[in-house]
C-alpha cells in the first residue's frame, strides 16, 4: 500500500508516518519548496519515507505528485493551522485550508479516482457552539478565518463524495497535542513555559483565557482514528474526541504540578493573546467512531500534559 500524506512534517503527519510505516506502507509526504525547511518531526524517518515537493497553492504539482505517486490512499493533513494567524492572514488561510482541499481533491479525481482520501476536518467548526457535547451532526458556527475554512474543506469533501462517488472522508477531530505541537499553541506554550521556569530559564508564563476549555486527547491516538476510516467499506466522516473538556487553567495547574511549583506564583494574564472571538467550550462524543470503528484513545488528560512537560524538561536539559 503507497499512501501520500500532505503535512507530513507537522505534528499529525509524522505520527500517521510512524503507524504507516509500521504497518507496512511506503510513505510519500509533500512538502513545499522553501528557504527555511524544517524536517525536525520526521529527522528520524528521513531514510524510511520519500519526500517530493509539491504545494497546494498549485494545482499542477498536485497533479504531477499523484501521477508519480499513484497512492492507494491520501492524508490531507496541510493546512494553515495557527487559529491566530488566521486572522491576520485570512486570505492566505483560505487559498490553503479550504481551496487547497478542492485541488486535492480534483487531482485526484484525474489521476487516481480509485483512491481513499482523508480530510484533517476541525473542531473549531463548531465554534460558537449549538449543543453540548458535539456529534457529526451538531451545526457549524465557526468562530475563526481558520474555523471557517475548515467547514469549506470538510463540506467539499462530502460534496466530492457525492458528486463522483469518491471514497473521501472528514475525521472532525478536537484538540489532540504531543511533545510534537508546535510552540505557538497554547499547549505546548505552557509545557515549554512550565520547563523553562523549573529550569530558571524564564520568570513568568503570559496567557490569554484560562476559562476556554477543550476536549484535548493524544496526537498519536488520533492518526490511528485516520487511517481506521479508510479501512470502512463505506465512506462517511467521524467526530473524533476524548468525551472530557479540560480548562486552560486545568491544564496550566497540571504542568506546573508535574514540577512541583504553584502556578499561581508565576502565570500572568495578558490581553495580548484574548483572540477577538472566543470558542468557549469545544466537547465532542465519538460514540460513532467508538461503535463503528473500534476506536478509543488511550492516553487521558492528565497523562498528555506529563508526558508533554517531561519531553520539554528532556529537551531544555540535553
Given amino acids: 500500500m503507497k499512501a501520500l500524506i500532505t503535512g507530513i512534517t507537522g505534528q499529525d503527519g509524522s505520527y500517521l508516518a510512524e503507524f504507516l510505516l509500521e504497518k507496512g506502507y511506503t510513505v510519500c509526504g509533500m512538502v513545499r519548496r522553501s528557504s527555511t525547511e524544517n524536517f525536525e518531526r520526521i529527522a528520524h524517518l528521513a531514510d524510511r519515507v520519500v519526500l517530493k515537493q509539491a504545494d497546494l497553492l498549485d494545482q499542477l504539482s498536485l497533479i504531477k505528485i499523484m501521477e508519480e505517486v499513484q497512492p492507494d490512499e491520501i492524508y490531507n493533513l ?91 472522508v472528514s475525521g472532525i477531530l478536537f484538540n489532540h497535542e504531543s511533545p510534537r505541537r508546535g510552540r505557538e499553541f ?94 468557549d467550550h469545544l466537547l465532542g462524543d465519538s460514540s460513532k467512531a467508538r461503535r463503528v470503528l473500534g476506536w478509543k484513545p488511550s492516553v487521558d488528560f492528565g497523562e498528555l500534559v506529563d508526558m508533554m512537560v517531561d519531553a520539554d524538561l528532556k529537551k531544555l536539559s540535553d
Fill in 78 to 168: 496541510a493546512a494553515m493551522s495557527f487559529v491566530p494567524t488566521s486572522w491576520t492572514q485570512p486570505m492566505l488561510t483560505g487559498e490553503f485550508t479550504a481551496i487547497g482541499v478542492t485541488r486535492v481533491l480534483e487531482a485526484m479525481r484525474q489521476i487516481c479516482p480509485k483512491a481513499k482520501f482523508y480530510q484533517a476536518s476541525s473542531s473549531e467548526m463548531f465554534g460558537k457552539v449549538r449543543e453540548v457535547p458535539q456529534t457529526e451532526l451538531t451545526a457549524f458556527h465557526p468562530r475563526s478565518p481558520y474555523g471557517a475554512a475548515k467547514a469549506y474543506g470538510h463540506y467539499i469533501t462530502v460534496n466530492y463524495r457525492e458528486s463522483y462517488n469518491l471514497f473521501a
Fill in 186 to 279: 497554547v499547549t505546548r506554550k505552557i509545557s515549554d513555559g512550565v520547563a523553562r521556569i523549573k529550569l530558571g530559564l524564564e520568570r513568568d508564563l503570559r496567557m490569554g483565557n484560562l476559562d476556554s476549555q477543550r476536549d484535548w486527547g493524544f496526537a498519536g491516538d488520533y492518526v490511528r482514528a485516520m487511517w481506521m476510516m479508510l479501512q470502512q467499506p463505506q465512506p462517511d466522516d467521524y467526530v473524533i474526541a476524548t468525551g472530557t473538556a479540560h480548562s486552560v487553567h486545568d491544564f496550566i495547574e497540571r504542568a506546573f504540578a508535574r514540577v512541583g511549583l504553584d502556578w499561581k506564583r508565576y502565570v500572568v494574564q495578558d490581553p495580548l493573546f484574548i483572540r477577538p472571538a472566543e470558542v
